[in-house]
């Protein structure tokens, strides 16, 4: 038996509400990190926050996935139960995916735990859409369900596969990585989409900023793929850019921006699962203290 988080029975369960709200979630990557957002996103969905349209990168993908399914909890449940499963995250998932970890185990029905509701996923009501990098060209590409044929939870694979240490998986022949490479946090989507109403959900506090770094190794790892490398090089300034522009978007009112309260001391691939219950909770509670702060935005005109 694999271990798992010493307060896993404590994660909430049940069914989100099919009542949507008009706007756009958008959900930022990070690994490990997305507990945080599943966390948050459990509390949301117990509490009737369930937008109508969902944009993700990476992790913020496979956790947009179990929100738009409307599985309160399965997500973390996965994720806080098979951390230290070597078919999840080791050997035996470098063997079955070619990668140390196989995101299979929150996109496919392995006999684990509880399978994803694919009918509630594929409702036509709400739209989810999961970022990955095309590595010919460095730009990100959007998975659309209902929209990319029967390619969405490759494009959502793609998406939550991390540089330098998975592999590229081709979809109808072309090469993709993490979303993130190219696009952290997807905000400008929504606002070319013409939302009125965009909440985004981060993974680091307000005041993370990342170190530029001068050497990258990127030009020599991918230097069959130089447009996917400048992007990797480029991918710490773009990240504080972005980051910049949330907080002026924010302070104008076009966009809310929830992060967390404290700062997230979680690697990107965390061993510690009482560290990575905690940011649950940390998601959790952050969600339940600013839901009058959704409510207030959401409503007004």
């Given at each position: 038996m694999a271990q798992t988080y010493s307060k896993i029975e404590e994660i909430p369960s049940g069914n989100a509400s099919e009542a949507l709200i008009d706007g756009c979630l958008v959900l930022e990557g990070g690994a490990f990190r997305g507990l945080y957002t599943q966390g948050y996103l459990d509390a949301m969905m117990q509490n009737d926050l369930n937008f109508s349209c969902v944009i993700g990168v990476s992790a913020g993908a496979l956790g947009g996935l179990n929100y738009v399914a409307g599985q309160i909890g399965r997500s973390a449940r996965i994720n806080l139960s098979y951390r230290h499963d070597s078919r999840y995250v080791g050997v035996k998932a470098l063997i079955h995916s070619h990668s140390i970890l196989d995101v299979g185990f929150l996109t496919e029905d392995r006999g684990i735990l509880e399978p994803l509701d694919m009918?509630?996923?594929?409702?036509?009501?709400?739209?989810?859409?999961?970022?990955?990098?095309?590595?010919?060209?460095?730009?990100?590409?959007c998975f659309e369900k209902g929209r990319c044929g029967d390619y969405l939870m490759a494009g959502v694979r793609a998406s939550a596969t991390m540089p330098y240490i998975s592999p590229m998986l081709r979809i109808k022949g072309r090469p993709y990585l993490d979303g993130g490479c190219s696009c952290a946090i997807p905000y400008r989507w929504a606002l070319k989409q013409g939302y009125k109403k965009i909440v985004v959900i981060r993974t680091r506090d307000v005041s993370f900023h990342k170190e530029e770094k001068k050497v990258a190794p990127a030009m020599r790892i991918y230097r069959h793929y130089p447009a996917l490398a400048l992007k990797l090089v480029q991918s710490d300034r773009r990240y504080n850019r972005q980051c910049e522009e949330i907080e002026l978007l924010h302070k104008r009112g076009r966009l809310l921006r929830l992060a967390p309260s404290k700062p997230v001391n979680v690697g990107r691939v965390e061993p510690d699962l009482e560290k990575l219950g905690e940011l649950y909770w940390l998601g959790y509670n952050d969600c339940l203290a600013n839901l009058d702060r959704i409510r207030n935005y959401l409503s007004k005109q």
């Open positions: 009918e509630r996923l594929n409702r036509p009501e709400q739209r989810f859409v999961a970022v990955a990098t095309n590595c010919l060209n460095g730009k990100p590409t």
